[in-house]
């Protein structure tokens, strides 16, 4: 069984400030796919990045971007210029290829600080 | 294109009631997926469908749990005789046929069910 693991329940910083949060997750499959997703109090999912396991180079999506440390079962998000509309709870999630369903860490609740 | 529409947002059932909860997917999405999230929990598989079928239910309780996904009209996840339990957040994600955009799921806001 594939599981996901976020070790930071609650993290706060400072507006402008970069921060990383960390996810760990096992398997034993080798094609698959990793995702961060941000709920913010509306409570809507939405998809931060994502990255395929199979790629070597880490995801960037402006301001976001992950270390995926495939050997190390690793895949941090870090956020770069953190901004007040960052602040939400940040969940990592795992799919095997074509397994089309995700596995969810606990989350990370983010708050960014004026 | 409308996003993946569910509703109602929130729900209120007593105890021994039967709670429906509706999904309308994205346009031209033929899977849905529905999870569960528990209060400071992170979301938890249930069930994944096609139209007219069910691809898997290995998250789903064996019993007063059931889901469908008609040839016409939206997906409904239906919760017999609710328990406090059963109080929590249900999303429904919806995504494109394999082979069209991957893994990627997109999902709406939520039901929040209450049971009293």
């Known amino acids: 069984a594939q599981t996901v693991t976020q070790s930071q329940p609650e993290m706060s910083v400072q507006e402008a400030e970069t921060v990383t949060l960390s996810c760990t997750y096992d398997?034993?499959?080798?094609?698959?796919?990793l995702f961060w997703y941000k709920q913010p109090p509306s409570r809507q999912m939405i998809l931060v990045i994502r990255?395929?396991?199979?790629?070597?180079q880490n995801a960037t999506e402006n301001r976001f971007s992950v270390n995926f440390q495939k050997a190390a079962k690793s895949f941090s998000l870090k956020i770069s210029d953190s901004q007040l509309g960052d602040t939400a709870m940040y969940f990592c999630?795992?799919?095997?290829?074509?397994?089309?369903?995700?596995?969810f860490g606990q989350g990370t609740r983010l708050t960014i600080n004026p | 294109n409308a996003g993946v529409m569910q509703n109602p947002r929130h729900l209120v059932r007593r105890r021994g009631q039967e709670a429906r909860l509706r999904c309308s997917p994205m346009?031209?999405?033929?899977?849905v997926y529905w999870y569960r999230q528990l209060p400071e929990e992170g979301l938890k598989f249930m069930v994944y469908?096609?139209?007219?079928?069910?691809i898997d239910e290995s998250g789903m309780p064996k019993e007063r749990f059931s889901a469908e996904f008609p040839k016409e009209g939206p997906s409904i996840l239906r919760i017999q005789q609710v328990v406090r339990g059963d109080s929590a957040a249900y999303f429904c994600?919806?995504?494109?046929?394999w082979g069209q955009g991957g893994t990627e799921a997109f999902f709406g806001q939520g039901t929040r069910l209450t049971v009293v």
């Open positions: 994600a919806s995504s494109p046929a």
């Open positions: 346009k031209g999405h033929s899977h």
């Open positions: 398997t034993s499959e080798s094609n698959y796919y």
């Open positions: 999630a795992f799919a095997i290829q074509g397994a089309q369903k995700l596995v």
């Open positions: 990255q395929e396991a199979y790629k070597q």
């Open positions: 469908l096609q139209k007219e079928n069910i």
